[in-house]
């Protein structure tokens, strides 16, 4: 039996207290410091899927893996909305933060539609470039203007490609960020 007796969790805090400032305070040392890593960004959105059609929003027979994973370390949003759900609006809220009246993509912006957003809308992919972050894109787009929903990089698909075909076309983008 330990000579310490642990009875409340305070007398417990107390007695760890200094020893657990120790191990979370960051070491003071002269010299080049490492910078702190910034934590990678990843947004995954998918079409015509509802909340039952994956593992990570508690469905048991639909399989998915790679999805529960990232909800599992990630963030799972479970209470986001569009008042769209269509592709262009629905795409330009989750980007820019903003409903459609707020940033201007009313509708679709195919080529015979022409809605665009507002020049003025600042979005998460030129709001992370701006902070140091390097943003790509792959997959469905259907966004305008161009500058306002700026990636660096596009990686290039085709429709209908296969999901492993487009996971190998990002890993060229993904070891930049490893070196």
């Known amino acids: 039996m330990s000579a310490l007796n642990y009875t409340t969790r305070r007398n417990f805090l107390k007695t760890i207290g200094p020893g657990a400032m120790t191990l979370t305070t960051p070491r003071l040392t002269f010299g080049a410091e490492k910078p702190p890593r910034k934590p990678n960004v990843l947004l995954y959105v998918t079409d015509d899927q509802g909340t039952d059609d994956a593992g990570c929003y508690g469905n048991g027979v639909i399989k998915t893996p790679g999805l529960d994973t990232l909800a599992r370390y990630g963030t799972l949003f479970t209470n986001a909305f569009c008042k769209t759900s269509s592709c262009s609006p629905s795409r330009s809220v989750i980007l820019s933060g903003l409903y459609n009246h707020t940033n201007g993509m009313y509708g679709l912006q195919h080529s015979y539609h022409h809605f665009s957003s507002f020049s003025k809308v600042k979005t998460l992919p030129v709001l992370l470039a701006d902070a140091g972050y390097r ?5 469905k787009y259907h966004l305008a203007p161009e500058q306002v929903y700026r990636f660096q990089q596009t990686i290039e698909h085709k429709r209908r ?6 996971a190998d076309n990002c890993r060229s983008f993904k070891r930049c960020d490893e070196k």
């Open 135 to 139: 943003t790509a894109r792959i997959g």
């Open 161 to 166: 490609t296969l999901p492993e075909k487009m």
